[in-house]
C-alpha cells in the first residue's frame, strides 16, 4: 500500500468535533446489493444513541457469523449515506493492512456501550 502523506495540522476543538464511540454489533448480514463487497451492521451504543445501522468493506477478515458480539469504534456524527438500497448511520472505523483490506478498530478490552474515544 502507498504511503500516506499527513493530513494537515487541526486545533483539539476539531478533533472534539468528531464524535468516536464505541459499540457492541448486535446483528451482522451479507450485503449483497453493495457495490464492492460489503457487511451490513445494527451496532449497539447504549442510551442515548441506541441501534445504528453502518455498512462496512471488511468482507475479506470478517464473516457475518463471526462479528455479533464484538465491539468496534464508529463515527456517529457524520449525516446518514444511502449506499444502494441500505441507510448507513454510522462510519464503522479501521485501517488498511498491507494488501489495503479494512481491519476494523477495536477495543482491546470489554468497555461500556456509548463510551467516547478522546
Known amino acids: 500500500m502507498a504511503e500516506q502523506e499527513m493530513s494537515e495540522t487541526i486545533g483539539f476543538d476539531d478533533f472534539l468535533k468528531v464524535d468516536i464511540r464505541v459499540g457492541t454489533i448486535v446483528e451482522a ?40 458480539g464484538q465491539q468496534v469504534l ?19 472505523l479501521g485501517i488498511p493492512d498491507a494488501d489495503g483490506e479494512v481491519v476494523l478498530i477495536r477495543p482491546d478490552l ?9
Do not use: C, W
Open 110 to 118: 470489554s468497555v461500556p456501550k456509548g463510551g467516547r474515544l478522546y
Open 29 to 68: 448480514e451479507a450485503f449483497p446489493e453493495a457495490r464492492k463487497p460489503a457487511i451490513k451492521l445494527k451496532i449497539d451504543f447504549g442510551a442515548p444513541l441506541g441501534i445504528k445501522k453502518s455498512s462496512a468493506q471488511i468482507t475479506r477478515h470478517y464473516a457475518p457469523a463471526d462479528l455479533t
Open 74 to 92: 464508529a463515527v456517529v456524527n457524520f449525516p446518514p449515506r444511502q449506499i444502494g438500497p441500505f441507510m448507513s448511520e454510522v462510519l464503522t
